[in-house]
């Protein structure tokens, strides 16, 4: 009986969260100084290096560069890679914890493909800055995905 009045709960709440008028749309100036700005905060951002290595196993090693701030929960650069920009198939070479800071950070993620998949010469890699967020919603309260930044690079694999 307890969990038949869940639903009808939780919606009368949104209406009146809905309902409710909001208090940072009153505290804020409409239209605020930019001289005023005493600190900016650096956008999130990920870079692909513009060469990949490939070895005979067919072990493939990418890299690049990270910044994100503002992070609630754990934060994974992830990468993967086409044999060319337009296809539909990418294989994921691994991903890395980040670390949102603010600060600029390397990444580097390997992984290993079939060998002949992939060979030496051009490729289209791809990262993303990913992080799992818990909102605390009811009932399950599992994390969701936020992705805070994203970089899609034609590369050149040369042999490790």
Same mark, same amino acid.
Request: hydrophobic letters at 40%; aromatic letters at 4%; proline letters at 8%.
């Given at each position: 009986?307890?969990?038949?009045?869940? /639903?009808?709960?939780?919606?009368? *709440?949104?209406?009146?969260?809905?309902? &409710?008028?909001?208090?940072?749309? @009153? #505290? !804020? /100036?409409?239209?605020?100084?930019? *001289?005023?700005?005493?600190?900016?905060? &650096?956008?999130?951002?990920?870079? @692909? #290096? !513009?060469?990949?290595?490939?070895?005979?196993?067919?072990?493939?090693?990418?890299?690049?560069?990270?910044?994100?701030?503002?992070?609630?929960?754990?934060?994974?650069?992830?990468?993967?890679?086409?044999?060319?920009?337009?296809?539909?198939?990418?294989?994921?070479?691994?991903?890395?914890?980040?670390?949102?800071?603010?600060?600029?950070?390397?990444?580097?993620?390997?992984?290993?493909?079939?060998?002949?998949?992939?060979?030496?010469?051009?490729?289209?890699?791809?990262?993303?800055?990913?992080?799992?967020?818990?909102?605390?919603?009811?009932?399950?309260?599992?994390?969701?995905?936020?992705?805070?930044?994203?970089?899609?690079?034609?590369?050149?694999?040369?042999?490790?």
């Amino acid at each position: 009986m307890f969990l038949r009045k869940i /639903p009808g709960v939780a919606a009368g *709440a949104a209406l009146l969260m809905l309902a &409710a008028p909001s208090a940072t749309a @009153v #505290d !804020e /100036p409409a239209d605020p100084d930019p *001289a005023d700005a005493t600190t900016t905060v &650096a956008a999130d951002v990920v870079t @692909v #290096d !513009e060469t990949g290595r490939i070895a005979a196993d067919g072990t493939i090693t990418l890299s690049g560069t990270y910044r994100c701030s503002d992070s609630s929960g754990p934060v994974l650069v992830s990468s993967s890679l086409a044999a060319r920009a337009s296809s539909h198939v990418r294989y994921g070479i691994g991903g890395t914890r980040a670390v949102c800071d603010g600060a600029e950070h390397t990444w580097t993620s390997t992984g290993r493909t079939r060998p002949g998949r992939f060979e030496p010469g051009p490729a289209h890699a791809e990262a993303t800055v990913m992080e799992l967020r818990s909102d605390g919603s009811l009932p399950l309260n599992l994390p969701r995905p936020h992705v805070h930044a994203t970089q899609e690079q034609a590369i050149t694999l040369v042999e490790a």
